[in-house]
């Protein structure tokens, strides 16, 4: 019996935030003997009110990190979808996931 392999998908390089959630992740995946793939993209989002604004080539080439997945190597999707800059991008990985019948935890 093969190992199971978990794929997080997560944006963002607050250590205190998606820091400690991927030391979580690994610490989980240790005990319970699992594969974890991680697609990390380091864009964060602007802080609310600042007036910051990305440009959409920025986004689109950061989020390319999250597309062309093969889903069918992966048992389980984790993702943490309040980091992501484009809401669209998460709603993506979560739909592609189900499609092929993988469960999606959304942190």
Do not use: W
């Not at 607050?14 to 030391?23: K, T």
């Not at 864009?43 to 997945?69: C, D, H, P, W, Y």
């Not at 979808?81 to 092929?100: M, N, R, S, V």
């Amino acid at each position: 019996m093969r190992r199971k392999t978990i794929g997080v998908f997560l944006s963002g390089d607050d250590s205190q935030l998606q820091g400690a959630f991927l030391v979580g992740v690994k610490q989980g995946a240790l005990k319970e003997n699992c594969n974890i793939v991680n697609f990390h993209s380091l864009i964060n989002k602007a802080v609310f009110n600042s007036g910051i604004s990305l440009a959409q080539a920025v986004i689109r080439g950061e989020s390319s990190t999250f597309t062309g997945m093969d889903y069918s190597q992966l048992d389980a999707v984790v993702i943490m979808g309040d980091t992501f800059i484009a809401p669209e991008i998460k709603e993506q990985i979560i739909t592609d996931a189900l499609k092929a019948g993988i469960p999606v935890v959304n942190v």
